[in-house]
């Protein structure tokens, strides 16, 4: 595959594949495993070259189906498709959500970066039941946001295209990135517009980082099991991520770990997830 993946994309959506591919990651965890990674290659270009692609149209089909039995309480948890008789929480993404609404009187807007069809936003409806004011807004790529905008949202979910829409209309305090950043062909470029919105909180979740000062380039196979495709993904230098961070005034609060994902031991990568808090003038 001579074009980049991200050829393939517009303005800064462009950069990145659609996550509910890498949140697959979440169910093949459970299921045994089956994606591996190849590499490590010298630039995200060489990456592209030997992936496969995939079928983003049967991807949402799956999803918007699955997302609509969760809306209308047939239901109780998707992910990634994917329907289940329980909600598997992210616990540290749910503190923080929490922790913003409780120091803003009650007020939580969300800009969910790579958020699917609110997969996040369903799975932590029932926290944010009782406060006053809840936004959540999902900047996601054209043909999720058309079906997200034409099936899915309320008066809380609403799907942007851009980060420059979803500020300019919700004025969020929380970003959320879950697992995302390692299949942006530039993570820092969108990191440094996200954190342009002024949130107090930036929650990072199911990221794939190691312990290097630089970040890798790797080519990730998954199995036929989910759907067969190849695509560049990053394993993110861990200090450089947090360092980008404090660059852009924001403290890292908390760190805490994902998923178990033995795959990435041979790559001498982990998932991790992390909480940064915008720091104060005054701290300056």
């Not at 699955?66 to 990634?80: C, I, N, P, Q």
């Not at 069809?117 to 999720?144: C, D, I, T």
């Amino acid at each position: 595959m001579e074009k980049s993946i991200s050829g393939y994309m517009t303005g800064m959506a462009k950069d990145w594949l659609p996550p509910v591919l890498a949140r697959q990651l979440r169910r093949l965890s459970r299921l045994g495993g089956g994606i591996t990674f190849e590499g490590p290659f010298a630039t995200w270009d060489e990456a592209a070259k030997h992936s496969s692609g995939y079928d983003g149209v049967q991807i949402l089909e799956k999803v918007l189906a699955a997302t609509l039995k969760v809306k209308h309480g047939e239901a109780v948890f998707e992910r990634d498709s994917v329907l289940f008789d329980e909600i598997k929480y992210a616990w540290p993404v749910t503190a923080g959500l929490l922790w913003t609404a409780a120091r803003e009187g009650g007020r939580l807007s969300v800009l969910d970066f790579g958020g699917s069809l609110g997969s996040s936003y369903f799975q932590n409806r029932k926290f944010m039941e009782g406060l006053p004011s809840v936004r959540w807004s999902v900047v996601e790529q054209a043909h999720f946001v058309e079906a997200g905008r034409k099936h899915i949202q309320d008066e809380r979910l609403a799907f942007y295209p851009t980060i420059a829409e979803c500020v300019a209309a919700e004025k969020p305090n929380v970003v959320l990135l879950s697992s995302v950043l390692q299949y942006l062909e530039d993570p820092y470029a969108v990191l440094d517009e996200l954190v342009g919105s002024g949130s107090d909180l930036v929650v990072v979740d199911l990221t794939i980082v190691n312990k290097e000062l630089e970040d890798r380039v790797f080519l990730q196979h998954v199995p036929k099991a989910i759907y067969e495709a190849s695509y560049p993904c990053y394993s993110l230098s861990e200090n450089r991520l947090i360092k980008s961070m404090e660059m852009a005034n924001y403290e890292l609060l908390e760190g805490f770990p994902s998923i178990s994902f033995p795959a990435l031991d041979y790559i001498e990568s982990y998932f991790n997830g992390y909480i940064f808090m915008r720091q104060s003038k005054s701290k300056n």
